[in-house]
């Protein structure tokens, strides 16, 4: 039987902690049997885990990993830097005899600090990710995928990202209709569409306050609906385009229709989600020349379709349908 270690420690999330609990715990083989053994451990000789609103006790210690074919780092609140006493050496050493390490959420700081991650693509939940990677440069983060799997290692993103890497593991490990069956148990589609680009919040493009482009910036997220040039945007700001786009760098560290793409985007998200308006009419309201060219910008940036947006962050209300047709 495939054994699961789930490594526990101080400030561990509760829910990055179940999760791998619940979903490989749940896993049934066509026969009836029980595909996996999970065991939850910490390097704590107490064997107690403060998981914030409650405590943990472990029944496994570290020498569990040693035992496991899959470790599965939990996030925690705070992650640790060292990782407590034991725990780097005792994951290198699993990982030197063949074993499988996964992470969910901002349990890749954890994996990052062991050195494992280096050189690799990994991921984590979008919020953190910029932090992974200022904390461990020679770890490639990609914020925009649920799960990366580099074969041996597997790191996912925040919070449901992580049943979608156990589930894929499990698909892995026994076919696609044992991970099918396993995605049933936990209301679970086995493969979601996008990744967790869909779900960043793309706030409006800043506008740095008392700066010499604060006036057009506020102009530009006004008209944003409009078939702006450059040339136009420019005269706009009273400048030449060359030092336009130079005052953009400098102040923005992006050009003016870069910005304005953005500026885009984040108003075609706050008609998705608030409006029952067809795509259509929402590409030209955003300021998009075609909803084809809506929709492809649009998936390019967020990571999945308008469509697809709108129907992970609106509730269509009762008879709205209809507003909806060509969408």
């Given at each position: 039987?495939?054994?699961?270690?789930?490594?526990?420690?101080?400030?561990?999330?509760?829910?990055?902690?179940?999760?791998?609990?619940?979903?490989?715990?749940?896993?049934?083989?066509?026969?009836?049997?029980?595909?996996?053994?999970?065991?939850?451990?910490?390097?704590?000789?107490?064997?107690?885990?403060?998981?914030?609103?409650?405590?943990?006790?472990?029944?496994?210690?570290?020498?569990?990993?040693?035992?496991?074919?899959?470790?599965?780092?939990?996030?925690?609140?705070?992650?640790?830097?060292?990782?407590?006493?034991?725990?780097?050496?005792?994951?290198?050493?699993?990982?030197?005899?063949?074993?499988?390490?996964?992470s969910i959420c901002v349990g890749?700081?954890?994996?990052?600090?062991?050195?494992?991650?280096?050189?690799?693509?990994?991921?984590?939940?979008?919020?953190?990710?910029?932090?992974?990677?200022?904390?461990?440069?020679?770890?490639?983060?990609?914020?925009?995928?649920?799960?990366?799997?580099?074969?041996?290692?597997?790191?996912?993103?925040?919070?449901?990202?992580?049943?979608?890497?156990?589930?894929?593991?499990?698909?892995?490990?026994?076919?696609?209709?044992?991970?099918?069956?396993?995605?049933?148990?936990?209301?679970?589609?086995?493969?979601?569409?996008?990744?967790?680009?869909?779900?960043?919040?793309?706030?409006?493009?800043?506008?740095?306050?008392?700066?010499?482009?604060?006036?057009?910036?506020?102009?530009?997220?006004?008209?944003?609906?409009?078939?702006?040039?450059?040339?136009?945007?420019?005269?706009?700001?009273?400048?030449?385009?060359?030092?336009?786009?130079?005052?953009?760098?400098?102040?923005?560290?992006?050009?003016?229709?870069?910005?304005?793409?953005?500026?885009?985007?984040?108003?075609?998200?706050?008609?998705?989600?608030?409006?029952?308006?067809?795509?259509?009419?929402?590409a030209a309201q955003a300021g998009?020349?075609?909803?084809?060219?809506?929709?492809?910008?649009?998936?390019?940036?967020?990571?999945?379709?308008?469509?697809?947006?709108?129907?992970?962050?609106?509730?269509?209300?009762?008879?709205?349908?209809?507003?909806?047709?060509?969408?």
């Amino acid at each position: 039987m495939h054994t699961v270690a789930v490594l526990a420690l101080d400030g561990v999330v509760p829910f990055d902690l179940s999760v791998p609990v619940d979903t490989f715990g749940w896993v049934r083989l066509p026969d009836g049997r029980e595909a996996y053994r999970v065991r939850v451990c910490s390097p704590y000789p107490s064997g107690e885990v403060d998981a914030g609103p409650f405590t943990v006790r472990t029944p496994y210690g570290l020498e569990a990993l040693a035992e496991a074919d899959t470790i599965v780092l939990p996030g925690v609140e705070e992650p640790p830097d060292p990782l407590p006493d034991g725990v780097a050496e005792a994951l290198r050493e699993a990982a030197a005899n063949g074993t499988r390490i996964a992470s969910i959420c901002v349990g890749a700081f954890l994996f990052a600090a062991t050195g494992l991650l280096d050189g690799l693509r990994a991921t984590t939940h979008w919020f953190a990710a910029r932090e992974l990677a200022e904390r461990y440069p020679k770890v490639t983060v990609d914020p925009d995928v649920l799960y990366v799997d580099n074969g041996q290692f597997l790191t996912s993103a925040g919070a449901a990202a992580a049943l979608d890497m156990c589930l894929h593991m499990i698909r892995r490990d026994h076919g696609s209709a044992v991970a099918a069956q396993a995605a049933r148990m936990c209301v679970m589609p086995l493969e979601r569409e996008g990744g967790q680009a869909q779900f960043i919040v793309h706030d409006m493009p800043p506008t740095p306050a008392g700066s010499t482009l604060e006036p057009v910036l506020r102009w530009l997220q006004d008209h944003c609906d409009r078939d702006l040039t450059l040339d136009e945007i420019a005269s706009r700001a009273g400048m030449s385009t060359r030092t336009l786009n130079r005052r953009f760098r400098e102040q923005t560290g992006t050009t003016p229709l870069r910005w304005l793409h953005r500026a885009r985007i984040r108003r075609a998200q706050h008609l998705l989600e608030t409006t029952a308006h067809p795509v259509e009419r929402i590409a030209a309201q955003a300021g998009f020349g075609s909803p084809t060219a809506f929709r492809e910008r649009f998936r390019r940036v967020v990571g999945t379709s308008p469509q697809g947006y709108r129907k992970a962050f609106r509730g269509i209300p009762r008879g709205a349908a209809g507003g909806l047709t060509g969408a």
